[in-house]
C-alpha cells in the first residue's frame, strides 16, 4: 500500500469520513435542525460502525494478502452463522454443518493463496458448488432423518454458497493477473481493485438509500424492501457510476471500463440487498444479528458485496485474459 495512487484512495476514503463525523457532531449539538434525533444518532452509530469496519479492513491490507485473506475468511465464518441461525436445523443436519464450518470454509481461502497455479485454482472453483453439495447430501442423508430433506440440505448450501463462496472471490482479487505485470512490479493495483470493489458496494448502497428518501415514489417490492424504490436504484446507480468513472486512475480500467464496472457493482449489489431481504422476510425477522452496533447483523453489511464480488472478478479476469 506504499504507492501514490493506494494512499490516495485510502486517504480520501478516511478524509471523507472524518468529514461526515463533523456534520454528525454539528447535527447532535443543535437539535433544532429540522432533521429528527433519532435519525441524527443512526446516522452517527452507522459512522462509528463504519469507521471501525473501515479500520480493519485498511490494517488488514497493509499487512499483506495472508491478513486480507484470514479476515474475510472470518468474515465468512460469522455471516454464515448468522444465516444458519436464522434458518432452524435438525440434529442430523450438526455432522455436516461441522464439516461445513471446520473444513470447507477453511478450505476455500486456503486455496486462494494457490490461485496462481492452474489445478489449484480448478479446485477453488469448484469446491463448494460441486463436492461441499454433494456432501451436505450425502452425510445429513446418512444421519437417517428424512424430513423436509430438501428444504433442510438447500439451506445448509445457500448460506454456504452466499456467506463463503460468493465473498471469497473479493479476496481473490488480490491474487489476479493484472496487465501491468507481476505482483512485485505494480504491488499497490491488486489491493486497489479489491479496495475499488469495496468502495462502490458502499457507496452504492448509501446513494440508492439517499436517492430513495429524497425523490423515491415507487417502491419496487413493498413486501420485501418497502424503502427501495426505482427512483432510488437508478438514481444511486447513476451517481455511483459516475463516481467510479471519476476514480478510473485507482484501477486497471480506462475512464469508460471503470463506470462500467461501478454499473455492474450497483447492480449486482442491489439484487444481494434485495434477495438478503426476501430471506429475512421469510423467516420473520428484520435484522440478521447484531455484532456490529448501529448496522444490524454482519450479513446485513456484505449481502451487496457477496453478490457483486464474484461477478466483477470475473468479468475482471475476462477484461484481462
Not at 468474515?75 to 454443518?97: K, M, Q, V, Y
Request: aromatic share 12%; charged share 15%.
Amino acid at each position: 500500500m506504499g504507492d501514490w495512487e493506494t494512499l490516495a484512495l485510502v486517504g480520501g476514503v478516511l478524509t471523507l469520513l472524518a468529514l461526515a463525523t463533523g456534520v454528525g457532531q454539528l447535527l447532535k449539538l443543535y437539535p433544532d435542525s429540522g432533521l429528527s434525533p433519532a435519525a441524527v444518532q443512526n446516522f452517527n452509530r452507522r459512522l462509528r460502525a463504519w469507521w471501525l469496519l473501515s479500520s480493519v479492513l485498511v490494517a488488514a491490507l497493509w499487512i499483506g494478502n495472508t491478513a486480507t485473506v484470514v479476515l474475510f475468511g472470518l468474515l465468512s465464518f460469522g455471516a454464515l452463522r448468522e444465516f444458519i441461525t436464522l434458518t432452524p436445523t435438525r440434529l442430523g443436519d450438526h455432522r455436516a454443518l461441522f464439516w461445513v464450518f471446520f473444513l470447507f470454509t477453511p478450505l476455500q481461502y486456503l486455496l486462494i493463496g494457490m490461485m496462481g497455479k492452474t489445478q489449484q485454482e480448478q479446485l477453488y472453483n469448484v469446491l463448494l458448488p460441486v463436492y461441499a453439495f454433494l456432501f451436505i447430501l450425502a452425510r445429513v442423508a446418512l444421519a437417517g432423518d428424512y424430513k423436509r430433506f430438501l428444504e433442510r440440505t438447500a439451506k445448509i448450501q445457500a448460506g454456504l454458497l452466499i456467506c463463503v463462496y460468493c465473498l471469497s472471490f473479493a479476496p481473490a482479487l488480490l491474487f489476479l493477473r493484472l496487465p501491468h505485470g507481476p505482483e512485485e512490479t505494480n504491488p499497490g493495483a491488486n489491493v486497489r481493485l479489491l479496495f475499488f470493489l469495496i468502495l462502490m458496494v458502499q457507496l452504492s448502497d448509501a446513494l440508492q438509500f439517499l436517492w430513495s428518501k429524497l425523490v423515491g415514489r415507487t417502491v419496487i417490492a413493498p413486501t420485501i424492501s418497502p424503502g427501495k424504490t426505482w427512483e432510488g436504484f437508478l438514481g444511486g446507480t447513476a451517481s455511483a457510476t459516475l463516481l467510479g468513472a471519476a476514480l478510473w486512475w485507482a484501477t486497471p480500467f480506462p475512464p469508460w471500463g471503470a463506470a462500467g464496472m461501478s454499473l455492474l457493482i450497483s447492480t449486482m449489489g442491489f439484487a444481494g440487498g434485495m434477495t438478503m431481504s426476501a430471506i429475512k422476510r421469510d423467516r420473520g425477522v428484520k435484522d440478521y444479528g447484531t455484532l456490529v452496533e448501529g448496522h444490524s447483523g454482519l450479513l446485513d453489511r456484505i449481502d451487496s458485496l457477496c453478490f457483486a464480488a464474484p461477478v466483477f472478478f470475473h468479468v475482471t479476469r475476462s477484461y484481462f485474459p
